[in-house]
């Protein structure tokens, strides 16, 4: 189930997401200061190409300054975009996985500096 669940989000959000993810982190990484944010990017790229069987174990408390200023750049709205795309799949019972490993992402892209996707 989890491979036929990762084909299928791959198919139809999980690449698309990925190549943002990877051209956001290439911009992120033409500065010096953008390095750390450009890795989260990769984090999350790397992520939401196969996200089922994955876990993410957030600590917020390992770099609480990091995950403030992104929080401020831009973490907030993309975590609300994934928490309402999540919603929006789970009005259908086929949906609900999918709209689960939303969630998921919604948690790591809100506060990406010390978490671990396993």
Partial sequence: MKTIANIIWFLFIGLWSAIGFVLEGVLFCI??????FGKQLFKF??????????TVDSNFGAHPI???????LGGLINCIAYYFIGVILCITIIGIPL????????KLV???FGAKVN
């Fill in 31 to 36: 500065t010096i200061i953008g390095i750390p």
């Fill in 45 to 54: 790229a790397h992520l939401v190409l196969t996200p089922f069987g994955k």
């Fill in 66 to 72: 990091a995950n403030v200023i992104w929080i401020l």
């Fill in 99 to 106: 709209g689960k490993q939303a969630f998921k992402m919604g």
């Fill in 110 to 112: 809100l506060a990406p």
